[in-house]
Structure formats: structure tokens, C-alpha cells
């Protein structure tokens, strides 16, 4: 390489690295080493309520890891009640999907995941089920990916949205029952949006108004329900994908490689921005009780502003990602821990309905949350 390659190279290493370094967080690093950040206004433990339905959610868990201790824990959380779901938040083959090339090991881990548990769970796609990187991306390792969860044989799975598709898919996890309002969860997958290229892979292509649309309508359908909406994307994060350094080596070389790759989705991102704020301007209309996705490898709760009563980060499934986080304005709870997040519906002795948040860290203890809050 010549010397002029490599002034060309640095100067586009130094160009590029300052316009992610516009959006850097920085501050305390909450690793699992330490203890988790909790905002001092933070709810104080819930009071115990009867759950009527709970919903696990666990994103980013795409490596195999023998007789997992996360898994082993996810599956004792999910049978502790008598109707449960679990929700996979995407990433869950890293790094490339269900590809044909390695098709046996991506089956090797995508089965692990679903056998940790008989109880119902759906399953939606992330970044890298459609491929490693955004200008490879393509919808053979994301159909592949979902014949194999839907023909699982051993319990109820899905995978949702189907067919490369935006959605918004809607599924009911329990139904209306007199007074008791349905609980319903709403998987849309925004790639298709970030990335316009892999868009036509859906066999039933929508605009992104058409998508709004089809969120909006079922937000408003379900507006007197409990409702949970997932995709495999934060809104705001306190973790890299929402802007946090990675050193100043690491700013210099993870952030142009990253650009130069298609982009590193992270939220300040033009596309995945502009999906952000169009996105939530429909949520606040009939703003869903919490939502989910994991993307960032570690577990945080968030405010949401009206968008949501709650954001929730669970990307914490595979102990080979953990990746760090701190506590931005947003934040209730951060921690770079390996672990899922637990929601449980129910009702409080009195009978009103109350929705409990349990972060569960099973290398902590795989029985007791580590941090509890009501969200009503």
C-alpha cells in the first residue's frame, strides 16, 4: 500500500469517525462485573400481584453455549405460570442467518433456542438473520430461518413478520375475558425500511406510509388491550448502537469500517432515524404498554415519553455479545449483564390491572430479579 493509500485511508477514517463521534455518548460503563444503574427516581419494588399471563423477552441469543445457564433460567421463568409466552427479539443466528453454506450449525442454534422451552414463542428476525452485512442482505437466510421455526414440531413456534415483510404482524397471547382486556403482541421488522434494497423481497411490498398505516390501525383496534410492540430495533438506547464510544481506537476503526460496510444501524443513522420518528408519532396516538427489542447486547428500561409506558432492551441472550451501556436521560435500569427481561400481567389484590417488569440475571441468581417495577 502506498503512502498516498494510506494518508487517503486515514483522512476517510478521520472524516467518517467525526460524524459518528457527533452522536458519542459517554459516561459510567455498567458492566456485570459492577452493579447495575438504577435512576434514583426508579419505582420501588411492586406489590404482588395474581399474573394472569407472563411474557419473556430475550433478544440477541444466536450462539450456541452448552448447557446454557440463560436458556436453563428462561425456561424455568416461562413454566412458573400457568399461560405464558416467549418472545425471541431477533439475532438469533449470528452472524449471517440461516444460511445454506452453514446451515447445520445455524440449525444447531436457532434449535437450542426453541427447545429451551414447550411454551408458545415467536420468534422475529434481526440484522443478522438477513445477513452480516446491510449491502449482502437478502431474504434466502431469513425464509430459511422461518420454515424452520414454523415446522417445529416440539411446541408452539412462529415466526413473525413472514416473508421478509414489514409488517405489522399482530397475534393474540391471551385472549378478552369479561372485564379483562385481551394481551397482544404486534412484531414489525423496520430492516426492510433501513435498508429499501431488500424491500421487494416481500412478496406483498408496502410503502412505508402503508406500514404506518397498517401499525396505526392496529393500535387503534387494540387500544383498550394490553398491548406489547417488538421489533429486533431500539428507539433509544444508552448502548453503541445508540452512539456510545468505543474508545478512541475503536472510534477510529469500528465507526469508518462500519460506514464503509453500509452503516453500523445504529439510531442516529439517517434511514433507521427517520423509521424512529415516524414510527413513534403513530405510537403516541395509542401508545402501547410497553416496547421491546434487544440489538444492543444488554438489558435496560427505559422512559418512553408517551410513546410507550415503557422501553424495553433485551439484547442480552448470548453470553459470547454482552457489550456495554450506560445511563442516559432516559434510563430507569442499565446493565451490561447476560440475562432477559420478564413481564407479567396481572391484576393487584384489589383487581386492577397491573403490569410487573422483572429483570432476571441468571448468573446473579437465576429465581430472583435483580430490579422489579410496576408499570401502572
Not at 460506514?259 to 453500523?264: E, R
Request: aromatic fraction near 6%.
Amino acid at each position: 500500500m502506498t503512502p498516498r493509500t494510506l494518508r487517503l485511508l486515514l483522512c476517510l477514517s478521520l472524516m467518517v469517525s467525526a460524524v459518528g463521534c457527533a452522536h458519542r455518548l459517554s459516561g459510567p460503563l455498567h458492566l456485570a462485573e459492577g452493579p447495575a444503574w438504577l435512576a434514583e427516581s426508579a419505582p420501588g419494588a411492586p406489590a404482588p400481584i395474581e399474573v394472569e399471563h407472563r411474557v419473556v423477552l430475550i433478544g440477541d441469543a444466536g450462539y450456541f453455549l452448552e448447557d446454557d445457564p440463560t436458556l436453563a433460567a428462561l425456561d424455568a421463568w416461562a413454566t412458573g405460570t400457568s399461560s405464558s409466552t416467549v418472545l425471541f427479539l431477533g439475532d438469533n443466528i449470528y452472524n449471517e442467518g440461516l444460511t445454506d453454506e452453514d446451515r447445520a450449525r445455524g440449525e444447531e442454534i436457532l434449535a437450542q433456542q426453541l427447545a429451551a422451552t414447550a411454551v408458545p414463542k415467536f420468534v422475529i428476525p434481526g440484522n443478522h438473520d438477513w445477513g452480516l452485512l446491510p449491502k449482502n442482505y437478502n431474504a434466502k437466510s431469513i425464509e430459511n430461518q422461518q420454515a424452520f421455526v414454523d415446522g417445529w414440531a416440539a411446541g408452539s413456534a412462529e415466526f413473525i413478520p413472514k416473508d421478509g415483510c414489514m409488517g405489522p404482524t399482530a397475534r393474540i397471547l391471551r385472549g378478552s375475558d369479561g372485564d379483562r382486556p385481551a394481551i397482544v403482541f404486534i412484531a414489525i421488522d423496520p430492516t426492510p425500511w433501513i435498508n429499501e434494497r431488500i424491500r421487494e423481497a416481500c412478496p406483498r411490498p408496502t410503502t412505508k406510509d402503508e406500514q404506518l398505516a397498517s401499525l396505526d390501525a392496529l393500535l387503534a383496534r387494540h387500544a383498550d388491550d394490553r398491548v406489547i410492540v417488538a421489533s429486533h430495533y431500539p428507539m433509544i438506547t444508552g448502548g453503541p448502537h445508540g452512539g456510545l464510544t468505543y474508545g478512541v481506537l475503536g472510534d477510529m476503526i469500528i465507526t469508518p469500517l462500519g460506514w464503509m460496510m453500509g452503516g453500523l444501524l445504529n439510531t442516529y443513522e439517517t434511514d433507521y432515524a427517520d423509521w424512529i420518528t415516524r414510527t413513534q408519532e403513530v405510537m403516541r396516538r395509542n401508545p402501547p404498554e410497553i416496547y421491546a427489542a434487544g440489538h444492543d447486547h444488554n438489558l435496560q428500561l427505559l422512559e418512553a415519553d408517551g410513546v410507550a409506558g415503557v422501553y424495553v432492551v433485551s439484547g442480552a441472550g448470548a453470553r459470547e455479545r454482552v457489550s456495554t451501556v450506560t445511563n442516559i436521560e432516559e434510563t430507569i435500569f442499565a446493565h451490561a449483564a447476560e440475562g432477559f427481561i420478564v413481564i407479567d400481567f396481572g391484576r393487584s389484590a384489589n383487581g386492577e390491572p397491573q403490569t410487573v417488569l422483572r429483570v432476571v440475571e441468571p448468573l446473579v441468581s437465576a429465581d430472583t430479579p435483580v430490579y422489579e417495577m410496576s408499570l401502572d
